[in-house]
Each structure stands twice: as structure tokens, then as C-alpha cells.
């Protein structure tokens, strides 16, 4: 490994300190921990990141990457997703100490995990495949790094797009009247334009057109959103229209991900 190479990663590997430190559970209650569903979720989308990362460079990941260099990124996943995903969460007004390890707040833990999960699939998107296909030039850490960013900075845009358009402060349907439907709609929505921002920021690079498709998608579910909304208000119970605002997004995203694959194969094979 080169200097700047090793300074990346001990640069991870306390980037996964400071988000382990500030998530720790070591200082609480037992009582706090025990039967709490949302410390469980916790450790899952953080893990579920991790393997996605791992699964990313065995089957899709540039083939030099070997060796060190898989535990060097796997370093650089765990520690994104605990920065990034999990404590940054927060930053959409929750608190992992009072709202989920605390109060057990299933809705707030919901919506977290989605998220952190959400932080782990674009890192490791931005791993798939080759920067340029076309060219026998080798890539370095910087470029995965900077898709990462740029992949992370729009998750962080359309979530918040997302929550500002609820009805209602987000904190209040959280926090307050703990509304896991709408937790549930959030974190589906924030993993399902993950997906979306993945084909983006992933190689092989062939053009902008999976960002732009991938945006498009991601005003789509939004215009999908502001519509369940409106229908919502002059309904009492919804439900039912959670479980619709769900499957247009997981919908939506399966289409343009098989979508993409086709045009990708077209465009290969042409």
C-alpha cells in the first residue's frame, strides 16, 4: 500500500471509532437494551452495509482489487456507514440515545436503519465496476471516494425533499406519536433511491444517462408522494395508502434498474 494509502485508511478506520463511540451502548441500562428492536436494527443495517460492500467487490468490484485492498475498503465501508448512515441520521432531527435506545422507539429506529442502510449501498455502488471500461489506466481510492460523496450528498438532498413535504414536523410523527406506517414509507423510499443513485455513481462508466434516468425516477416517487399526501387528508385512516406510496417505490425501482440492465446490454452489444 502507497503512503497516501495508508493514511486513507487509518483516516477509516477512525471515521468506524468515532461512529462506533458515538453509538455506543456500553453506558446505558441494561433495561435500555433489553427487548429493544431498534438496537437489533441497528447492528443489522449497519452489517447488511458491510456484506453489501463485500458482495459488491467479490462479484462486480474492479479485478485488482485484492488482498489488503478488500480489507482497505471493507475498512472504508464500516466506517462511511457509522459516519455517514447511522450518526448523520440524526441530523433529520432523531436521537439514537433518548428516541431509540431509550424511549424504544421502533418508528425512530425505522427510519435510522433505512438510511444507514441506504449510506451503505451507494458506497458500495460506487465500487462497481470501472471508472472508464474503455481505458487501461488504473484508478486509485479517490475515485471511489468522490462518487461516494457525490452519491451520499443526493441522498441527503431527496431525504430531506422527502420529510419536508410530510405532513406534519417529522420529528413530532416520530418522536411524538410514533408513526412506524410513515417510518416505514421513509425507509422505504430512502433505500429505494439508493438503488437508484447506485446505477449513478457505479461503473462501468458509459455516460451520465443512469444519473439522469436514476433523478427522474427519484421526481417521480416525489410527485408519487406529494399525491398519496393529498389523499391522505381527507382520509382517516392511512394505511392502505402507505402500503401503495411502499410499492410505487420499490416498484419504480425495480422497472428502471431492469431498464437499465437492458440498455446496458444494448449498448454493449452494439
Not at 61 to 74: A, K, N, T
Not at 221 to 238: D, N, Q
Not at 246 to 265: E, Q
Request: hydrophobic fraction near 50%.
Amino acid at each position: 500500500m502507497s503512503p497516501d494509502e495508508v493514511f486513507v485508511f487509518v483516516v477509516s478506520g477512525a471515521a468506524g471509532l468515532v461512529g462506533l463511540f458515538a453509538t455506543r451502548l456500553s453506558s446505558l441500562p441494561h433495561v435500555y437494551t433489553r427487548r429493544n428492536p431498534g438496537v437489533g436494527l441497528m447492528h443489522l443495517a449497519v452489517a447488511a452495509a458491510v456484506l453489501w460492500t463485500a458482495y459488491v467487490l467479490r462479484y462486480h468490484g474492479d479485478p485488482s482489487i485484492q488482498g489488503v485492498y478488500v480489507v482497505f475498503y471493507l475498512v472504508m465501508a464500516y466506517g462511511a456507514t457509522k459516519l455517514f448512515g447511522q450518526v448523520c441520521a440524526q441530523c433529520y432531527g432523531l436521537r439514537l440515545r433518548s428516541d431509540i435506545y431509550e424511549r424504544k422507539n421502533l418508528a425512530g429506529a425505522l427510519f435510522i436503519a433505512g438510511f444507514t442502510l441506504a449510506t451503505g449501498i451507494v458506497f458500495g455502488g460506487s465500487l462497481w465496476g470501472e471508472a472508464d471500461p474503455l481505458s487501461d489506466a488504473e484508478g486509485g481510492w479517490w475515485i471511489p471516494v468522490g462518487f461516494f460523496f457525490l452519491g451520499w450528498f443526493t441522498l441527503v438532498f431527496v431525504t430531506a425533499l422527502y420529510l419536508w413535504r410530510e405532513p406534519g414536523r417529522f420529528r413530532r410523527q416520530i418522536c411524538q406519536e410514533r408513526d412506524t406506517a410513515m417510518a416505514w414509507s421513509a425507509a422505504v423510499y430512502v433505500v429505494s433511491t439508493a438503488t437508484l443513485i447506485l446505477r449513478g455513481v457505479a461503473g462501468d462508466f458509459w455516460g451520465w444517462r443512469h444519473g439522469i434516468l436514476g433523478m427522474g425516477t427519484i421526481a417521480l416517487m416525489l410527485v408519487g408522494h406529494e399525491i398519496i399526501t393529498y389523499l391522505g387528508r381527507s382520509m382517516p385512516e392511512r394505511s392502505v395508502l402507505r402500503l401503495v406510496e411502499r410499492g410505487l417505490y420499490i416498484g419504480l425501482a425495480v422497472v428502471v434498474w431492469a431498464l437499465n440492465r437492458v440498455i446496458d446490454g444494448l449498448y454493449v452489444g452494439g
